[in-house]
Nanobody
Framework: QVQLVDSGGGLVQAGDSLRLSCAASGDPFSSYTMGWFRQAPGKEREFVGNIKWSGDSTYYTDSVKGRCTISRDNAKNTVFLQMNSLKPEDTAVYYC?????????????????????WGQGTQVTVSS
């Protein structure tokens, strides 16, 4: 098992940047494919992107491509979501998620039900 703690959210203005963090504990962190999801009020949880266990491959949903970067530090058991040029429509609770397994084709793992463990979420609010 792995326990995940999300942090770094806040209230920002459109065009600003934020870096979210997700600290993991428990099982070896490098055994997990890590993902980021978000959920706006009244909407389903939405895939943002994910990162291979080794950190050398990432995959993003179209709406955040070019604005978001996911990275991980396996030595520190942490995954990051750097968000730039934030828009009001990025307002949501952001969750990191862990899927056990060292998968090569991470693009396949873009559905919430495919992930085994979840952080508690961190609120990101972008004002216009």
């Amino acid at each position: 098992q792995v326990q995940l703690v999300d942090s770094g959210g806040g209230l920002v203005q459109a065009g600003d940047s934020l870096r979210l963090s997700c600290a993991a504990s428990g099982d070896p962190f490098s055994s997990y494919t890590m993902g980021w999801f978000r959920q706006a009020p009244g909407k389903e949880r939405e895939f943002v992107g994910n990162i291979k266990w080794s950190g050398d491959s990432t995959y993003y949903t179209d709406s955040v491509k070019g604005r978001c970067t996911i990275s991980r530090d396996n030595a520190k058991n942490t995954v990051f979501l750097q968000m730039n040029s934030l828009k009001p429509e990025d307002t949501a609770v952001y969750y990191c998620a862990a899927k056990l397994g060292r998968y090569a084709d991470i693009a396949y793992y873009s559905r919430a039900y495919q992930y085994d463990y979840w952080g508690q979420g961190t609120q990101v609010t972008v004002s216009s």
